[in-house]
């Protein structure tokens, strides 16, 4: 369910910023594939691949962490 959470939000903000999965994940350093898993909720992206996207789409971890997560910070 977590990882269902922090990959649509990944997916949402990278289509916000304009990146297509293969650009996005080009930038990030990882294969199409492991993006399409973090997306679609099948894998949870490490916490240096959380510092990259946040990097990349130069936005705040608090701004990428799912709205739940958010409430109990």
């Known amino acids: ?35 399409g898993e973090i997306e679609r909720g099948n894998r949870m992206p490490s916490q240096e691949i959380i510092e990259k996207i946040t990097d990349v789409l130069n936005i705040s971890r608090n701004e990428l962490r799912p709205l739940e997560e958010n409430q109990s910070v």
């Open 1 to 35: 369910m977590e990882r269902e959470k922090w990959g649509r939000r990944i997916r949402a903000f990278r289509k916000l910023k304009g990146f297509t999965q293969e650009s996005f994940a080009k930038e990030l350093g990882v294969s199409v594939s492991v993006l």
